[in-house]
T-cell receptor
Framework: GQQVMQIPQYQHVQEGEDFTTYCNSS?????IQWYKQRPGGHPVFLIQ?????EVKKQKRLTFQFGEAKKNSSLHITATQTTDVGTYFC???????????FGRGTSLIVHP | ETGVTQTPRHLVMGMTNKKSLKCEQH?????MYWYKQSAKKPLELMFV???????ENNSVPSRFSPECPNSSHLFLHLHTLQPEDSALYLC?????????????FGPGTRLTVT
């Protein structure tokens, strides 16, 4: 079955440093979704990318979808303590609506 | 956020009890999901209901039984659970049609099996 890998599993940064998490799927995705889960909270949808090579920005967050629609990345510029949480990527294989979630990358920001 | 609600928020039950988790979505979506989230494990999809179709993860034990009476309500019936079933149970909803498949999660039910 489809597998979605995410690296790294954990990332410690000093406040102000940049952060990147990578997502790779074993199969071509119809789209890629990114979610954030704060400690003690539930996953919250951030963004969806659909087109090959698509890049979207939300303030300090930059999301990319690979040309082959099998990989994606999330980059945060100048992290803040409010960025703390686990970031999940998720994507349905082509023809499906049910996404497979990655294991997530937990971001820890030290003030 | 009140788009997807779950009750109860916390549940402690013994291994011989029977309980049910409830989920309700107010977003007009046509797909609803149950996930299990354990510490140090990825989100595990348990069941999906969409347009009268049910999809299930074959690895989910039969002591978990879903019910979806309509497109807005989803239940997870629990009986004779094991301590390893202690986890956060998340409900989510999404659209199955169109271009946007993003999922909206409820706050979850924190389940402890004693």
């Amino acid at each position: 079955g489809q597998q979605v890998m995410q690296i790294p599993q954990y990332q410690h940064v000093q406040e102000g440093e940049d952060f990147t998490t990578y997502c790779n799927s074993s199969t071509t995705l119809s789209n890629i979704q990114w979610y954030k889960q704060r400690p003690g909270g539930h996953p919250v949808f951030l963004i969806q990318l659909v087109k090959s090579g698509e890049v979207k920005k939300q303030k300090r967050l930059t999301f990319q979808f690979g040309e082959a629609k099998k990989n994606s990345s999330l980059h945060i510029t100048a992290t803040q303590t409010t960025d703390v949480g686990t970031y999940f990527c998720a994507g349905p294989p082509g023809g499906s609506y049910i996404p497979t979630f990655g294991r997530g990358t937990s971001l820890i920001v030290h003030p | 956020e009140t788009g997807v609600t779950q009750t109860p928020r916390h549940l402690v039950m013994g291994m011989t009890n029977k309980k049910s988790l409830k989920c309700e979505q107010h977003l007009g979506h046509n797909a609803m999901y149950w996930y299990k989230q354990s510490a140090k494990k990825p989100l595990e999809l348990m069941f999906v209901y969409s347009l009268e179709e049910r999809v299930e993860n074959n690895s989910v034990p039969s002591r978990f039984s879903p019910e979806c009476p309509n497109s807005s309500h989803l239940f997870l019936h629990l009986h004779t659970l094991q301590p390893e079933d202690s986890a956060l149970y998340l409900c989510a909803s999404s659209q199955r049609t169109g271009d946007s498949y993003e999922q909206y999660f409820g706050p979850g039910t924190r389940l402890t099996v004693t």
